[in-house]
């Protein structure tokens, strides 16, 4: 009886003590896996600087960057500088915009180095896995380019839009502008966004280069403003991430960076603070450039479709619906106001353009807008022979009245 009774509690203590030896060793085993990841992001920086928003800028040899991992570029020659940049035909006086992002205040790398944003255990623990990390989040709903939904039946759900695209052609870049806001993302998991398309292909080969500004706390574990990047080859299924979040996009300037907040954004009935972008192919590589400021570039290698030039380009904003509590998020997209608004309250594109086959740029032709719920957020076509050239409002507040 007493043998029995010993076994029994042998038993019991087996099984109080097993979850927990697996729990750790599951533990012991994520943390491996993300130590991992880090080391293989995080290379070796002749400095770093610590920002005032938080960020770590490591200064890291321009040969030695996160791009040149990736296998298809191992004979890749870097690109020091375009061998173009494309002309405009428009009579509009080009405005020269600086880009100042919140850790050039403490610092600069020197020659030779760019800054590479510093990827922390946080970042990755915020992921929804760490096979996923640096991947658009594919959450419910309709998705621009048409990628799977479990929620087909339900577009209310998951990512809206309220954009503007040319009309299908081929396209080798495009230049705009886009005032600087600092949306209010709801809860952590939803983003709001600002930035361009170009895109070709369809489905699994679905190629997107794409840049723009974004709050997205659940990613960078913060509400700043900031500037990103994103690629994929694959319809965002393999391949592709933000940033220098996986190997691919290859940085050049050692002053602006991928990834980094700003500081400075547009006021509601104050200053507008804006910046420029241009993306256009050169040979085979897709180069950005902020302002004046040679960013980098996306290496052709990476692509398949779009090797060929785009055959779609918008522009506008993107906000993620995760409806909780069963409500519509009120998450603002751009100023958080309808576009009606206009000048000094909505957020705006101007100036758009596109580069055509002789590597000119030339306005944006055959515009049409793409809008989820304008209920919730939308878009306004600005006037026409003006100083801005081809010009939208879009944005809006969410949660009202009318988008319940």
């Known amino acids: 009886m007493r043998m029995a009774g010993y076994t029994v509690v042998l038993m019991m203590i087996g099984v109080i003590i097993s979850p927990c030896l697996y729990g750790k060793e599951f533990s012991d085993h994520q943390e491996i896996k993300v130590q991992r990841l880090l080391k293989r992001l995080n290379k070796h920086a002749l400095i770093s600087i ?7 800028i490591d200064c890291v040899p321009i040969h030695s960057q996160p791009a040149f991992d990736h296998p298809l570029l191992k004979n890749h020659t870097i690109q020091m500088r375009p061998s173009f940049i494309p002309e405009s035909t428009s009579t509009y006086t080009k405005k020269k915009i600086k880009a100042t992002q919140a850790w050039n205040k403490n610092g600069r790398c020197p020659q030779n180095t760019v800054p590479i944003r510093r990827i922390k255990k946080e970042d990755i623990l915020r992921s929804k896995s760490i096979g996923n990390f640096g991947k658009k989040m594919m959450t419910p709903g309709i998705l621009l380019y048409g990628s799977s939904s479990v929620h087909q039946d339900d577009p209310s759900k998951g990512h809206e839009y309220a954009v503007m695209n040319a009309m299908n052609g081929l396209y080798f870049g495009t230049q705009f502008s886009v005032n600087i806001w600092k949306p209010q993302v709801e809860i952590r998991n939803e983003f709001s966004l600002a ?13 997107t280069i794409e840049a723009g500004l974004q709050v997205y706390p659940g990613k960078y574990g913060d509400n700043n403003i900031r500037l990103f990047v ?5 319809g965002y299924q393999n391949t592709g991430c933000y940033n220098t979040d996986c190997s691919g996009f290859v940085q050049r300037s050692s002053l602006v960076t991928v990834g980094a907040a700003y500081t400075t954004v547009s006021e509601y009935n104050g200053n507008q603070y804006e910046l420029s972008m241009l993306i256009w192919k050169d040979g085979g590589n897709w180069w950005l450039q902020i302002g004046e400021e040679l960013v980098g570039y996306w290496p052709g290698e990476l692509f398949n479709s779009i090797g060929g030039g785009a055959t779609r380009v918008l522009w506008g904003g993107e906000i993620v619906n995760l409806e909780t509590g069963g409500q519509h998020t009120g998450t603002d997209m751009g ?13 705006y594109f101007r100036s758009l353009m596109t580069v055509d086959g002789f590597n000119t740029l030339r ?13 919730c957020y939308n878009t306004m076509v600005g006037d026409a022979g003006t100083t801005w ?10 949660r009202n009245a009318r988008c319940p």
Do not use: M
Not at 195 to 207: D, R
Not at 230 to 234: E, F, G, H, L, S
């Open 195 to 207: 930035q361009t398309w170009l895109s070709s292909g369809a489905g699994t080969t679905l190629n």
């Open 230 to 234: 994103y690629w994929t080859a694959d």
């Open 389 to 398: 050239g081809v010009n939208f409002f879009y944005g809006g507040p969410g």
């Open 335 to 347: 100023s958080g106001h309808f576009a009606g608004e206009g000048f000094g309250r909505a957020s």
């Open 363 to 375: 306005e944006a032709q055959g515009l049409f807008p793409t809008i989820t719920n304008d209920n």
């Open 50 to 56: 610590k920002s005032e928003d938080g960020d770590i």
